[in-house]
């Protein structure tokens, strides 16, 4: 069993970054037309335009349709989301493990135990591979 200072830091360190991270997502949702102008102007490649030997190089992979511009900023955003909503749900985890009302290492021991974790197939077969190998050898 882990500490409880450790739980509490663990929760802590991963509540730091979702917070962080809550805050872009909500500016994203509020004020979409700030990052989405910005992802618009990377994808148009706006940046190389004071080097026109780079520009020579690397022009013709500007993306300029504004509609792609809006799907690749939904994209970032559903991501942003899915991160932010992992960090959360693994701060909680670790709060309430810290509180005493979940078990940190639940996962880990379910995945070690029994025919059916995904690993048991796999440590059979290389078991009986190791015992064929010895038995040709010998």
Excluded: Y
Aim: proline content about 4%; some cysteine; hydrophobic content about 55%.
């Amino acid at each position: 069993m882990e500490s409880d200072a450790f739980l509490l830091a663990k929760a802590l360190v991963t509540a730091m970054p979702a917070a962080w991270l809550t805050l872009g997502v909500l500016d994203n949702i509020i004020h979409p037309s700030v990052n989405r102008n910005d992802v618009a102007r990377v994808l148009a490649l706006e940046a190389v335009e004071g080097w026109p030997e780079v520009k020579q190089q690397v022009g013709h992979r500007a993306i300029t349709k504004p509609m792609v511009g809006r799907i690749v900023f939904s994209f970032v955003l559903l991501g942003e989301l899915l991160a932010t909503a992992l960090l959360w749900a693994g701060s909680i985890w670790f709060f309430l493990a810290w509180l005493g009302t979940a078990d940190a290492c639940a996962n880990d021991r379910d995945l070690h135990q029994g025919p059916s974790a995904p690993n048991a197939a796999w440590r059979s077969n290389a078991a009986a591979s190791s015992i064929n190998v010895a038995r040709r050898s010998a």
